[in-house]
């Protein structure tokens, strides 16, 4: 997007995100993005260590996944199931998270009326 003058900005994921989303926050926001997973880290069933393991290797695969050209938006659920396969603490996040979705519609209905505009 052309900001003009504007400086840059640089979107932030907070609240209620966790490691099984991460294929939809890397579709919405892209790579220049602050990702704060606190309770998708602390929550872990195994410590804050395992949460952190967790989304690391949640974001690598998705990165990963989509540097091969592959759909990782479509994919990202057996993609994030294949790296579960070889790392414990993600397997043990998405088994946590796994009915927590991102799916809900927005409640933030435009109201505005068209005003009649002159040319000069």
């Not at 395992?50 to 989509?66: D, I, P, Q």
């Not at 519609?105 to 002159?118: A, H, I, K, R």
Request: glycine share 12%; net charge negative; hydrophobic share 40%.
């Amino acid at each position: 997007m052309d900001w003009a003058a504007l400086r840059k900005c640089v979107p932030v994921a907070s609240g209620g995100i966790h490691c099984g989303q991460m294929h939809q926050l890397l579709f919405y926001l892209g790579d220049d993005v602050v990702q704060q997973f606190g309770g998708g880290t602390i929550g872990h069933p195994d410590g804050i260590q395992s949460g952190a393991t967790a989304n690391r290797v949640a974001l690598e695969s998705m990165v990963l996944a989509r540097n091969e050209g592959r759909d990782y938006v479509g994919e990202g659920p057996e993609i994030l199931r294949n790296a579960a396969a070889t790392c414990g603490p993600l397997k043990a996040a998405l088994d946590l998270w796994k009915d927590i979705t991102f799916d809900y519609t927005s409640t933030d209905t435009p109201d505005f009326v068209e005003l009649p505009t002159e040319s000069k």
